[in-house]
C-alpha cells in the first residue's frame, strides 16, 4: 500500500507527537464503539495502534477485526476516514513501539487497569507517583495493524462544494473515485 496523500496528511514516523484518531469497533453481539487511540506509525502494509489487551477494544476486534479509523484536523477542514481490518502487530513493531513511547504512556500502559481505576484520586496519585517504571512493556501490552481496504480523503472548500477522494481495494488493486462532500 503506497499512498502519497498518506505521507502528505499525516506526520512522519519519526515525529514523536502522534495524531490523535477514532478507533470504531463492532462487538461480537454487533453493539458499535468509538473511542480514540494514538497512531503509533503507518507503512506500507497499514496504520498501527497499540493498547492494553484487557481493552474492550481489544475484545471487539477478536470479535470482528472489521474496523476505522477516523481523523479530524483542527477546524474541520480535512478528514480522513481508514476502513480496514486489523490484526495483531508483528512482536519487532510491539517492542520498537513501547520503546517509542513517552515516559507517561509508558507509565500508563503498566498502571492502566480496571483495580487502578477503581482508587480514589489520592490513591491514584500516590501510586502514580511511587511507581518505578521497568524498561520492558508489560504482559498486557499489545498492538494492532489495521490493514485498510477503503481510505477516503475528505477536504472542505470555502469557496465550492467539499468532496471526498476515495481509494477502494478490488480484486487486489486500488480504485479511486470522487463523491460528494
Given at each position: 500500500m503506497s499512498f502519497p496523500l498518506l505521507d502528505e496528511w499525516l506526520p512522519a514516523n519519526s515525529e514523536p507527537e502522534r495524531p490523535q484518531m477514532i478507533l470504531s469497533t463492532v462487538s461480537g453481539s454487533g453493539i458499535p464503539d468509538a473511542r480514540t487511540v494514538l497512531l503509533t506509525e503507518f507503512d506500507s502494509d497499514g496504520l498501527y495502534f497499540h493498547t492494553d489487551s484487557r481493552s474492550r477494544k481489544v475484545a471487539d476486534i477478536a470479535a470482528n477485526p472489521a474496523v476505522a479509523l477516523t481523523f479530524l484536523w483542527p477546524g474541520f477542514t480535512r478528514q480522513l476516514v481508514v476502513q480496514g481490518r486489523a490484526e495483531m502487530a508483528p512482536?519487532?513493531?510491539?517492542?520498537?513501539a513501547f520503546e517509542a513511547r513517552s515516559p507517561y504512556l509508558k507509565q500508563l500502559a503498566w498502571l492502566n487497569s480496571a483495580e487502578f481505576a477503581q482508587l480514589e484520586l489520592d490513591e491514584r496519585l500516590s501510586q502514580w507517583a511511587a511507581f518505578e517504571l521497568p524498561a520492558e512493556a508489560?504482559?498486557?501490552?499489545i498492538g494492532f495493524l489495521v490493514r485498510p481496504t477503503r481510505l477516503t480523503f475528505w477536504r472542505s472548500n470555502q469557496d465550492a462544494a467539499s468532496r471526498r477522494e476515495e481509494f477502494?481495494?478490488?480484486?487486489?488493486?486500488?480504485?479511486?473515485s470522487y463523491l460528494p462532500g
Amino acid at each position: 500500500m503506497s499512498f502519497p496523500l498518506l505521507d502528505e496528511w499525516l506526520p512522519a514516523n519519526s515525529e514523536p507527537e502522534r495524531p490523535q484518531m477514532i478507533l470504531s469497533t463492532v462487538s461480537g453481539s454487533g453493539i458499535p464503539d468509538a473511542r480514540t487511540v494514538l497512531l503509533t506509525e503507518f507503512d506500507s502494509d497499514g496504520l498501527y495502534f497499540h493498547t492494553d489487551s484487557r481493552s474492550r477494544k481489544v475484545a471487539d476486534i477478536a470479535a470482528n477485526p472489521a474496523v476505522a479509523l477516523t481523523f479530524l484536523w483542527p477546524g474541520f477542514t480535512r478528514q480522513l476516514v481508514v476502513q480496514g481490518r486489523a490484526e495483531m502487530a508483528p512482536a519487532p513493531e510491539l517492542v520498537a513501539a513501547f520503546e517509542a513511547r513517552s515516559p507517561y504512556l509508558k507509565q500508563l500502559a503498566w498502571l492502566n487497569s480496571a483495580e487502578f481505576a477503581q482508587l480514589e484520586l489520592d490513591e491514584r496519585l500516590s501510586q502514580w507517583a511511587a511507581f518505578e517504571l521497568p524498561a520492558e512493556a508489560p504482559n498486557t501490552w499489545i498492538g494492532f495493524l489495521v490493514r485498510p481496504t477503503r481510505l477516503t480523503f475528505w477536504r472542505s472548500n470555502q469557496d465550492a462544494a467539499s468532496r471526498r477522494e476515495e481509494f477502494t481495494l478490488v480484486g487486489g488493486d486500488w480504485v479511486s473515485s470522487y463523491l460528494p462532500g
